[in-house]
């Protein structure tokens, strides 16, 4: 089955201790995104990979790192997490030429609760 | 800056009847605008999209329309049935960037 897995899904930390949110596409997608979702806010791009070892910033990287090694994963990492990095979190991928026409396909989140 | 803004964040309808969800933007230049769906505890999943090029778009219960002189979309569904009750992002694609709205959370109720 053709899916974006992330994981864990729920996870509760405390502040600065360092947590990476795993995120693996089996569909060959070149193109990995992450999104944090807010209320009010909608969801924000974070980071966004258009191929293997290149990567650049979204809307809101501050206190996030990524990195792309392989094709099929694209963890977020926070080094040092602050409670105003308490969201729900999305990873998604897409074949670079259909992400106009809505070919991204959505993990089913993380939810993270930094105390 | 939001260039994707949904006015709404709540609709309610009644079975049967269309509703209308709307969208605005605000960069001239975006190539394609999509709708997308959200179950609590599950990822957005794909609607319906819409080209630059293009006024409307349609896919069964679902159409899309496009102004783009007032940059301005909406995602009409007819006839709305209780399993469309969600919460549904507009979107907005431009050079590998896919902007969402704040979402709109439609219930259809019997």
């Known amino acids: 089955e053709a899916q974006v897995t992330q994981n864990p899904r729920y996870l509760i930390t405390v502040t600065g201790k360092k947590l990476t949110v795993t995120c693996s596409q089996n569909?060959?997608?070149?193109?990995m995104s992450w999104y944090r979702q807010d209320p009010g806010l909608g969801l924000r791009q974070i980071y966004y990979?258009?191929?293997?070892?290149?990567?650049d910033k979204g809307d809101v990287p501050e206190g996030y790192k990524v990195s792309r090694k392989e094709k099929r994963n694209f963890p977020l990492i926070l080094e040092s997490p602050s409670p105003n990095q308490t969201s729900l979190y999305f990873c998604?991928?897409?074949?670079?030429?259909?992400?106009?026409?809505?070919?991204?396909?959505f993990g089913s989140g993380t939810r993270l609760t930094v105390v | 800056d939001q260039q994707v803004k949904q006015n709404s964040p709540s609709l309610s309808v009644q079975e049967g009847r269309i509703s209308i969800l709307n969208c605005d933007y605000t960069n001239s230049m975006f190539d394609y605008f999509l709708w997308y769906k959200k179950y609590p505890a599950e990822g957005p999943t794909f609607l319906i999209s819409i080209s630059s090029i293009k006024d409307k778009n349609e896919d069964g219960r679902f159409t899309v329309f496009l102004n783009k002189s007032a940059k301005h979309l909406s995602l009409h569904i007819v006839p709305s049935q209780p399993g469309d009750s969600a919460v549904y992002f507009c979107a907005a694609f431009n050079t590998d960037k896919l902007i969402f709205g704040t979402g709109t959370r439609l219930q259809v109720f019997p």
């Open positions: 990979s258009m191929n293997v070892e290149v990567t």
């Open positions: 569909m060959n997608h070149e193109y």
């Open positions: 998604a991928s897409s074949l670079r030429e259909l992400s106009g026409e809505g070919g991204y396909t």
